[in-house]
């Protein structure tokens, strides 16, 4: 088992930045890889990042050189800084940690960016 812990959302103005915390509890050890996606009402959860346990990282073309996902081994936390915030990237952001079994998700936090 594997519980997931996300912070830091809210309210920021286009062009702006927040960065996201998920910590990580239980059975870290067999994480393999933690990401971060996003929904927004009516639409399917999108892939935002991801960081392997070795520290490859993946990005949707979307958030490609404004997002940068990051992890603190020692904190058991993993990061996804957000800059040059767009009004598109208004949505429920999830913390997800997969592991051999399935994959564990967060409870979401809310991002919204006004224009």
């Known amino acids: 088992q594997v519980q997931l812990v996300e912070s830091g959302g809210g309210l920021v103005q286009a062009g702006g930045s927040l960065r996201l915390s998920c910590v990580a509890s239980?059975?870290?050890?067999?994480?393999?890889?933690t990401g971060w996606s996003r929904q927004t009402p009516g639409k399917q959860r999108e892939l935002v990042a991801s960081?392997?346990?070795?520290?490859?990282?993946i990005y949707a073309d979307s958030v490609k050189g404004r997002f940068t996902i990051s992890r603190d081994n020692t904190e058991n936390t993993v990061y996804l800084q957000m800059n040059s915030l767009k009004p598109e990237d208004t949505a429920v952001y999830y913390c997800?940690?997969?592991?051999?079994?399935?994959?564990?998700w967060g409870q979401g936090t809310q991002v919204t960016v006004s224009s």
């Open positions: 239980g059975s870290i050890f067999s994480i393999k890889v």
């Open positions: 997800r940690a997969s592991i051999l079994g399935g994959d564990y």
């Open positions: 960081i392997t346990s070795g520290g490859r990282t």
